[in-house]
């Protein structure tokens, strides 16, 4: 592992719908044919493609059965009754400020501790993980040496823990210089990661792109229980980039969507889906791969979001979707 202090890279339907339409129109129109199943590179980068070659080119190609449960489960309209007090919601982005972000970044994982933000990058010879002000070049950068394919990270306490795709390697980190300390190993694929605090105790959240959650000790790593995650009863998969929220919430990218999904983790039920279509441009949405990143800003409701090869990220609040677009969405 090579770390780099002080780096200075330049970060470079018809109105009227039911809700539920909606819901299924954006997520058909990211699942058609060809797609690009899970978090891997998709056609839109030669040299992203060739170094994941070795890595069975992307991260996990298309199952059509998975992909197909997955928009089923989320475009169907609930018929359960609602959790406790917060029934299911359909709610859109509304975009507050837009920042510059690395167009060179696979971004994997995204995640606030204070004014850090730290950011995880994947493709074999290019992860890596990265810390500092949003919008700006990273004050900390650290690179994760081949063969190994980086994916999520969380900071609980005093250790950054990085997971990586389809190695079974969790890196454990110094947050406040990146160097890693030690690795372990788990079971299965790694896709995304957060923490939470449960009765006290801080706990992992892992995803590995089906809809599992597993829970793990956030200081040896070891797996401690797990939830399947549902809406109207059916499996909600690809869940990828996780963030544990404050107010106990937990929200998935869905990969290779633009929709998020909000869960109760304590009962894996789906709790909103959240379209975050549009945020870039055409122009830049060829030249760009799936939506993937999420992270809480501190103190505040709102949300930052980005993608793999995005060139900008987007501070958003989520709102009602038949609300009236203003701001910057404007």
Not at 23 to 38: E, I
Not at 107 to 119: A, I, P
Request: glycine share 10%; with cysteine; aromatic share 6%.
């Amino acid at each position: 592992m090579k770390l780099l202090g002080g780096a200075t890279r330049t970060q470079r339907t018809a109105p009227g719908s039911p809700p539920w339409r909606v819901v299924a129109a954006v997520l058909a129109g990211a699942l058609l044919p060809g797609a690009m199943g899970a978090c891997g590179p998709g056609p839109f980068d030669s040299a992203a493609r060739t170094a994941t070659l070795s890595a069975g080119r992307g991260h996990a190609l298309a199952d059509t059965r998975a992909s197909a449960s997955a928009l089923d489960a989320v475009s169907s309209p609930s018929r359960q009754a609602p959790l406790g007090s917060r029934p299911h919601q359909v709610l859109r982005v509304e975009t507050q400020e837009i920042l510059p972000h690395d167009p060179q970044a696979f971004t994997q994982g995204l995640e606030f501790r204070g004014g850090t933000l730290y950011e995880s990058t994947g493709l074999v010879g290019r992860s890596s993980v990265r810390a500092g002000t949003p919008g700006k070049p990273p004050t900390l950068y650290a690179d994760l040496s081949p063969p190994l394919f980086g994916e999520a990270i969380t900071v609980s306490g005093d250790r950054l823990w990085h997971i990586t795709w389809r190695d079974g390697i969790a890196i454990e980190r110094d947050p406040t210089t990146l160097a890693e300390r030690r690795r372990v190993t788990y079971d299965g694929e790694g896709w995304g990661l957060c923490h939470r605090r449960v009765a006290g105790r801080e706990q992992l959240v892992m995803s590995d792109g089906t809809d599992r959650l597993t829970f793990r000790d956030p200081s040896t790593f070891e797996a401690t229980d797990s939830i399947g995650v549902r809406h109207d009863g059916r499996a909600v998969t690809h869940l990828n980039e996780l963030e544990c929220a404050p107010d106990g919430s937990l929200y998935a990218n869905v990969y290779p969507t633009d929709m998020i999904v909000r869960i109760d983790p304590h009962t894996g039920t789906v709790t909103a889906h959240i379209d975050a279509t549009g945020l870039l441009k055409p122009a830049e949405r060829r030249r760009a791969q799936a939506l993937n990143g999420i992270a809480a800003v501190p103190g505040t409701d709102q949300f930052l979001l980005t993608g793999k090869f995005w060139p900008h990220m987007f501070k958003v609040a989520f709102v009602p979707k038949e609300r009236p677009r203003a701001g910057l969405d404007g």
